[in-house]
C-alpha cells in the first residue's frame, strides 16, 4: 500500500510569496494531521480533519495559514504570505481511527522542507 | 508542565547490544495512547511501537519493546541486539482522550528527541 505522499519535497521562496503544500493521506484513513517540525519548538500539530471536516485548527500559527480538505484523499496547507520564520518541515499524516488502539497509529508522509528567504 | 519528557539528549550503544531510551509522561486522563517513533537523518518519520493506557502487557514489535509502567507514568523504549542503522533520533509521544481537556485530545504530544548512535 502506497503511504502518506506529499509534494512538494522542497520547496525554496521568498518573503512574501504564497506557498501552497499537498497531501495525499493513506487510502481508507478518516483523519488526517498536519505537524511542523522546528529545532526551537520540535513536533507541534497544526490542524487536524476528520472525514475532511476541520476538527481543531488551534494550532495554526496565524490568519497566514490556511488548511483544506476537499476530498478524502487530497488537502492542502497554504502560507500566505510566507515570513522566514515559517521556515521548517512540514508534515502530513493519517490513522484509521481514534480508538486507543493500533488503529489510531498516526503514519508520516515524508515531509515538505520550506525555506522562505 | 511538559507532557513528554525525553531526558536523555544522546545515548550511544554498541553494535548487537541492547539499549534503553527513557520516557516518561504526564497526563490527568485514564485514556491515552503511547508511540515511539524514529526519524533517521533522511528525516522521515517512522512509528515504531504504540501502547494504549488499557493494554496490560507491554507492547513488541520485532527488535522493539516497551517497558510500560503505568504508575510510575514511564514509557521506555527497548532496542535489542542494535545495529548500525538504528541511529536515528528517537521520538516519545502521546496521545490524550477528552478527559485530558479539549485541546488535547486527537494531536500527538511529542518530546524533545534523544539522539541514538549506534557504534560498531
Known amino acids: 500500500d502506497a503511504g502518506v505522499i506529499q509534494s512538494p519535497r522542497h520547496e525554496v521562496t521568498e518573503m512574501g510569496q504564497e506557498v501552497t503544500l499537498r497531501c495525499k493521506p493513506i487510502?481508507?484513513?478518516?483523519?488526517l494531521f498536519w505537524y511542523r517540525q522546528t529545532m526551537m519548538r520540535g513536533l507541534e500539530l497544526l490542524i487536524y480533519?476528520?472525514?475532511?471536516?476541520?476538527?481543531?485548527d488551534s494550532g495554526m500559527p496565524e490568519d497566514r495559514f490556511s488548511a483544506k480538505m476537499p476530498n478524502a484523499s487530497f488537502s492542502t496547507l497554504k502560507i500566505q504570505p510566507s515570513e522566514p520564520r515559517d521556515s521548517a518541515v512540514y508534515f502530513c499524516?493519517?490513522?484509521?481511527?481514534?480508538?486507543?488502539?493500533?488503529?489510531?497509529?498516526?503514519?508520516f508522509g515524508p515531509g515538505t522542507r520550506l525555506l522562505v528567504l | 508542565a511538559q507532557k513528554i519528557t525525553q531526558t536523555q539528549p544522546g545515548m550511544f550503544v554498541q553494535e548487537k547490544e541492547a539499549v534503553t531510551l527513557d520516557c516518561t509522561y504526564d497526563?490527568?486522563?485514564?485514556?491515552?495512547?503511547l508511540f515511539w517513533y524514529k526519524q533517521p537523518s533522511s528525516g522521515e518519520m517512522i512509528f515504531l511501537i504504540y501502547?494504549?493506557?488499557?493494554?496490560?502487557q507491554n507492547a513488541t514489535e520485532g527488535r522493539y519493546s516497551l517497558n510500560f509502567q503505568k504508575a510510575r507514568k514511564s514509557a521506555n523504549l527497548v532496542i535489542s541486539a542494535s545495529q548500525l542503522g538504528d541511529s536515528a533520533m528517537y521520538f516519545c509521544?502521546?496521545?490524550?482522550?477528552?478527559?485530558?481537556?479539549?485541546?488535547?485530545?486527537?494531536?500527538?504530544?511529542f518530546g524533545q528527541g534523544t539522539i541514538l548512535t549506534v557504534h560498531p
Open positions: 487510502s481508507g484513513h478518516d483523519y
Open positions: 480533519f476528520n472525514n475532511n471536516v476541520p476538527i481543531d
Open positions: 501502547q494504549g493506557s488499557y493494554d496490560e
Open positions: 499524516a493519517s490513522s484509521l481511527a481514534f480508538s486507543f488502539s493500533r488503529q489510531e497509529t498516526q503514519y
Open positions: 509521544a502521546m496521545r490524550e482522550g477528552l478527559g485530558a481537556g479539549g485541546t488535547s485530545y486527537g494531536k500527538l504530544t
Open positions: 497526563t490527568s486522563d485514564q485514556s491515552y495512547g
